[in-house]
């Protein structure tokens, strides 16, 4: 079954980037997860500068923002991996040796499959 792995992190340095994790923390569990034989895909997102926030009002007018997401929630969306596991408590525990999870939070969530 394929798992969503969401990666949050909870604060940003003065540099704007996650705290808590080295890109070697990132470049080891991507190793990890593909020696094991469960990624699927996964990508890291770009500067938080660059998020659009799309909106559509109730008349169907859209309206965009362009200067950030501005989630209203002190995380911030930093990456993704979907992964191919046997089970929720399989991607639970890969869940948990993400990097992301240290210092923020990781969101686990099975993907639909319609054609099932």
């Known amino acids: 079954m394929k798992y969503l792995l969401l990666v949050h992190a909870s ?6 980037s996650p705290t ?6 990132w470049i080891a569990y991507d190793k ?5 034989g469960v990624y699927v895909t996964g990508e890291s997102l770009a500067d938080l500068v660059t998020a659009t926030t799309v ?11 362009t200067d950030g997401p501005f989630a209203e929630t002190r995380e911030l969306l930093g990456g993704f991996y979907v992964l191919d596991v046997p089970d ?3 991607a639970l525990d890969w869940a948990a040796r993400c990097p ?5 939070s990781v ?4 993907i639909a499959d319609f054609g099932a």
């Open 107 to 110: 969101v686990v969530r099975p």
């Open 55 to 65: 909106k559509v009002g109730p008349d169907g007018t859209r309206s965009i923002t």
């Open 20 to 25: 808590g994790c080295e890109p070697t923390d």
């Open 11 to 16: 604060a940003l340095d003065e540099n704007g």
């Open 32 to 36: 990890e997860v593909r020696d094991a």
């Open 100 to 104: 992301g999870a240290r210092d923020g």
């Open 88 to 90: 929720l408590d399989v």
